[in-house]
């Protein structure tokens, strides 16, 4: 039986703590079946214990470890906004003058229908936008009435921008870092 030797110590910046014994093949299934969503179950770290051959307590521990390393910045769902009803999706880019697009950057991210903001570098001279924002709207005419609130409520009517209305989803969901089984 291969069974994993006691580890000394682990500080700050290891996978644990202690001098608790783990898999690494454990943790790296764990950080797997964390990339593919929480079981919808009514104790998630235990199910995910035991698909991974850990104990409920080192799920939650690795998970803990894992927050405070900034590994894992937060828990969050991936809502299908289309199956919801949300089919007008528009990417809304920016030529942002490049002293102010952090600011404006923030300023957009705290509207609250802008869904998704970040700056991105220009790729001159065929792409000139560097500032995008996402609207998840019903209908077309909602957001572009939208945008136009955030145009007129920011001041943003002398900013050159594009409109890019999504006509196909193909994938939907968190990111993926560690690869499959």
């Not at 593919?36 to 998970?63: D, F, I, K, S």
Request: hydrophobic share 40%.
């Amino acid at each position: 039986m291969n069974t994993p030797a006691p580890q000394p110590n682990l500080q700050t910046g290891n996978f644990l703590f202690n001098t608790e014994a783990f898999s690494a093949w454990g943790l790296l299934r764990l950080r797997q079946h964390l990339e593919e969503g929480l079981p919808l179950t009514p104790r998630p770290y235990l199910e995910l214990a035991q698909r991974t051959g850990l104990t409920e307590q080192q799920v939650l521990g690795a998970v803990e470890h894992w927050q405070q390393q900034g590994l894992i910045k937060r828990n969050g769902l991936i809502v299908k906004h289309r199956t919801l009803g949300y089919t007008a999706n528009a990417m809304v880019v920016w030529d942002v003058p490049d002293e102010n697009v952090s600011q404006l950057g923030k300023t957009l991210a705290a509207v609250p229908f802008v869904t998704l903001c970040y700056q991105r570098p220009r790729r001159l001279p065929d792409w000139p936008y560097n500032l995008f924002c996402m609207i998840h709207g019903v209908n077309r005419e909602r957001v572009l009435g939208q945008l136009e609130q955030m145009i007129e409520t920011h001041d943003l009517g002398d900013i050159r921008h594009a409109v890019l209305f999504s006509n196909k989803a193909y994938l939907q969901r968190g990111g993926r870092y560690v690869s499959n089984r």
